[in-house]
């Protein structure tokens, strides 16, 4: 009779991508995956759980709703050793968790008890963390709050983007399972307390939430530029009856003298000027969705 543990697996995204290669490498039996529907009016940037798994020959489902009875019952067939969420983007019910006869585990993108719940890495570039990392933990009935079993920490370096940074925290996540894995096979492990007190939840984030206000400081404009820079929505302003999305930017050391706050340009140069007199370099500008070079931006905007 085979020993191998066996696992029903709920993911989405990058993270869920290598999270499954890496329970496939360390000989876990993946009986079921159950993923999302990519959504159409979404820039799908990453890459697709379904279509990993047609490679690797495992069934894959899109429940709308996992807290369905058929999902349970069927996952009550299979009596997996254990339950894995690998960025799956809907909360799990408990009874569905008690279903894994040796505990169900959660890959959150954060270094718990910090930045639970959602979108956890633009979060954390928007207030200007200089880290942050991936987390294994139980899961529980409310997000983000079970024990924690191992993490994995990466910097956040002054000019990184969010979506640079989850780059890092997907090989975080595959690091972190990898080897906390053999501890969860053999039972041999020591969970630690996820001090909830010490942290903070974070709900979802809009397109409309990546709204320029000029007259933040420029350390917190440049930071919501990098939370929400391409592939997500970015950082937008409208000004002299235009519509303009940052795609690249940077801090700014030039002089901006007298000049009122938004968008100007000054020796050629793009500037967004913010309320402490200092500016962004705006590398790359869209104008009413194309891009506009800066020889035309004056022209267009009355930008001084």
Not at 47 to 72: F, N, R
Not at 146 to 170: C, H, M, S
Request: charged residues 20%.
């Amino acid at each position: 009779m085979s020993t191998q543990p066996t696992a029903v697996v709920f993911a989405y995204h990058n993270v869920g991508v290598r999270s499954i290669k890496t329970l496939l490498a360390r000989g876990i039996h993946i009986a079921l995956v159950v993923t999302h529907e990519d959504n159409p009016t979404e820039t799908i940037w990453f890459e697709s759980v379904a279509a990993l798994c047609q490679e690797h020959g495992i069934e894959s489902i899109t429940p709308a709703d996992p807290k369905s009875a058929d999902l349970a019952q069927r996952i009550a067939a299979i009596a997996p050793d254990f339950i894995f969420s690998f960025y799956y983007r809907h909360m799990l019910p408990t009874d569905l968790l008690a279903l894994a006869k040796r505990g169900a585990y959660n890959l959150h993108g954060s270094l718990l008890p910090k930045y639970r719940g959602r979108v956890p890495v633009n979060w954390a570039v928007l207030h200007g963390e200089t880290e942050t990392g991936a987390t294994l933990h139980e899961m529980a009935a409310k997000p983000d709050a079970g024990k924690i079993i191992a993490q994995t920490a990466v910097p956040i370096l002054p000019d990184d983007t969010a979506y640079e940074v989850f780059g890092k925290l997907t090989v975080a996540a595959e690091q972190t399972l990898w080897y906390a894995l053999p501890g969860l096979i053999s039972g041999e492990y020591k969970a630690l307390e996820n001090k909830l007190s010490e942290g903070s939840y974070f709900g979802g984030r809009k397109p409309e939430d990546g709204r320029i206000d000029w007259s933040q400081s420029a350390q917190q404009v440049y930071n919501l530029h990098r939370a929400v820079a391409p592939p997500y929505p970015g950082a937008f302003f409208e000004q002299s009856g235009h519509h303009f999305i940052i795609q690249k930017a940077r801090l700014s050391n030039l002089p901006t003298g007298n000049l009122p706050t938004g968008l100007h340009v000054v020796d050629n140069v793009a500037l967004g000027v913010c309320g402490d007199g200092k500016a962004l370099r705006i590398i790359e500008l869209h104008c009413d969705g194309k891009p506009i070079p800066v020889n035309e931006l004056k022209q267009l905007t009355g930008a001084a």
